[in-house]
């Protein structure tokens, strides 16, 4: 293929890799800003959360397929109770998830709770496997399987709501951290964890707070992405690394540079599958690779020096 061809190639796959890459990518940006959650308040992450994810997917299969919630009901109604029972589901499981595989090892070396929440990413898929079986199933869209179009280019009303919904629950989280009492306590903890109890502060109760909130936001993008990608036992495993490397990429500590990194992520993959689709899982982790070897803190992290 020469300059050409390949300029060609890039021209025609652009609008679409853009439209539908934002949409991908912000929810690699929604699953990665659990673990920013997380890692501000603990310096630990959940490597279940791709998992997560897709216990989301499937119950939410469960509750609007086969219970027949979506035709027993609206089609925005079923969505509002499946994500209501998605977000009960997903705190509960935060909550034991902390208590069982992280706040036991966490004073331990680092190994330790990774391994604990490998094991429970294992755990997950193993019982959705029995549950659900390996089929992918197929979650309907509240809006629709037609796509509409924008300057040409056909993109699915599911792909637009991702992404608003996507940034809204973002937005959201952003504003509970940064405005309200509860998230100002949540980000005293993450800033100095003793500090944060002597004032007063229960500081297990405020690890506990970020484990659900980083298992809600993983919930809801899976029941988000279900309607475009399938929901099945496997989908979890690769959606959370490729969050994982979002998070590294634009920085554990700067939810800014997450969002970036994972629209900027998600666009990638388009292009490259464009020209060649069996290369687009291997770009996010060359580019991952790329990126460490030159900033290892990721692109958008400010290091700060430590007194001796």
Sequence with gaps: MDLSEIASTFTRILPQALMSGIALGSVYALIAQGFYVTFTTTQTVNFAQGEFLMV??????SLMVLSGLSTAVSPGVAFLIS???????MSVMGIVTERVAIRPLRQLLSVGWILSTVGVSVILKQFAELYWGREQRRVPSVFGDS?????????????????????AAMAA?????????????LMAVAFKP??????????????VLAYIIS???????????APVIFAHSE????????????????????PFGILIAGLALGVAEFIVAGF?????DAVTFFLLILILSWRPQGLFQRVTAEKV
């Design 56 to 61: 989301g997917a499937l119950t939410s299969y």
């Design 83 to 89: 994500l209501g029972v998605v977000a009960i589901v």
């Design 147 to 167: 796509p509409v179009f924008i300057a040409g280019t056909g993109i699915f009303p599911q792909e637009i709501f991702i992404l608003l919904a996507s940034l």
């Design 173 to 185: 989280v952003l504003l509970f951290l940064k405005r309200s009492v509860l998230g100002k306590a």
């Design 194 to 207: 003793t500090a944060a109890g002597l004032i007063g502060i229960d500081v297990r109760r405020m690890v």
């Design 215 to 225: 298992s809600i936001l993983a919930g809801l993008a899976g029941i988000l992405v």
């Design 235 to 254: 989908m979890g495993a690769l959606l959370g690394l490729k969050a994982f490397a979002v998070a590294i990429i634009g920085g554990l500590g700067n």
């Design 276 to 280: 060649n689709a069996s290369l687009r």
